[in-house]
């Protein structure tokens, strides 16, 4: 849906990523993680990412503390 209007990928990888933030501060980590996989689906090699994927799978009390050292290790 942020692809839409006419964003490039790079604005609407920055947008997920904003997003991503701004729900983790809420703990909305679920939906975080949706935005993030979002950005890495355009972006797939950014390391910064991985490690904010990495930090939201760390952070969630549901996450899990394996997959997120697999996201810091990208």
Request: glycine share 6%; charged share 25%; with cysteine.
């Amino acid at each position: 849906a942020l692809a839409a209007g006419g964003l490039s990928k790079l604005q609407t990888v920055l947008l997920h990523r904003e997003a991503a933030t701004w729900a983790a501060r809420l703990e909305k980590f679920a939906l975080a993680r949706r935005h993030l996989l979002a950005a890495l689906a355009l972006r797939p090699n950014e390391a910064a990412l991985h490690h904010d994927l990495g930090l939201c799978l760390q952070d969630d009390p549901y996450g899990c503390d394996r997959r997120a050292a697999q996201r810091f290790a990208r």
